[in-house]
């Protein structure tokens, strides 16, 4: 998970008490090897802009974990779905941090 990165170095950087902008995010993002995506910053650092991060994890460690149960086998006669395209799902993911964390 690709997008997970840049989460983490947001993370990390809120933690340290480091304005979480685009520089430093590539700053840590470049630290650890990773070769930074200028598009996933900048949609991170959108997101994230109106969320108050404490508030967010305060609230993420008070709701209830869910555990998924696992996928049952695919009927013999049943067609598998076609995988969707990572980039998409990339995508739609760092679309939907907004909502995770607002």
Do not use: C, W
Request: glycine residues 4%; without cysteine; proline residues 5%.
């Amino acid at each position: 998970m690709r997008v997970m990165k840049y989460m983490y170095a947001a993370l990390l950087l809120h933690s340290a008490a480091q304005k979480v902008d685009e520089e430093n995010i590539k700053k840590v993002l470049t630290a650890v090897g990773v070769k930074p995506e200028e598009a996933r910053i900048k949609a991170l650092v959108a997101a994230l802009s109106e969320v108050k991060i404490d508030e967010a994890l305060k609230a993420a460690k008070a709701a209830p974990v869910a555990v998924a149960a696992p996928a049952a086998a695919p009927a013999a006669g049943k067609k598998e779905e076609k995988p969707v395209d990572e980039k998409k799902k990339e995508e739609e993911a760092l679309a939907g941090l907004g909502a995770l964390f607002g």
